[in-house]
Nanobody, 123 residues
Framework: QVQLIESGGGLVQAGGSLRLSCSASIRAFSIYTMGWFRQAPGKEREFVAAINGGGGSTYYADSVKGRFTISRNNAENTVNLQMNSLKPEDTAVYYC????????????????WGQGTQVTVSS
């Protein structure tokens, strides 16, 4: 049974930082691409960042490039999303997701999802 549990969300002022973490109960964690997606009220779920199984390749949405950093620790089965210079438009529920194989930017490519953690950025 695969389980992904996000943590680290909260309320922060614009310009501030948050660090999201995702703990994965997955056998052979290192073969999974891990991704972060977000969904704001009334909007579709959108890609934020992804990292390949070995951690050597990362991908970002243009809207977060240069501000967010995805990383993973395969020894601890965790993936993190460091979010700096946060903007009100970053407000959303953030989801951790996992898939086998190469990183993709589409939610439907991911097999496993966490329950989400709320990030709210005030102006």
């Amino acid at each position: 049974q695969v389980q992904l549990i996000e943590s680290g969300g909260g309320l922060v002022q614009a310009g501030g930082s948050l660090r999201l973490s995702c703990s994965a109960s997955i056998r052979a964690f290192s073969i999974y691409t891990m991704g972060w997606f977000r969904q704001a009220p009334g909007k579709e779920r959108e890609f934020v960042a992804a990292i390949n199984g070995g951690g050597g390749s990362t991908y970002y949405a243009d809207s977060v490039k240069g501000r967010f950093t995805i990383s993973r620790n395969n020894a601890e089965n965790t993936v993190n999303l460091q979010m700096n210079s946060l903007k009100p438009e970053d407000t959303a529920v953030y989801y951790c997701a996992a898939k086998v194989g190469f990183p993709k930017m589409y939610a439907h490519d991911y097999n496993y999802w966490g329950q989400g953690t709320q990030v709210t950025v005030s102006s």
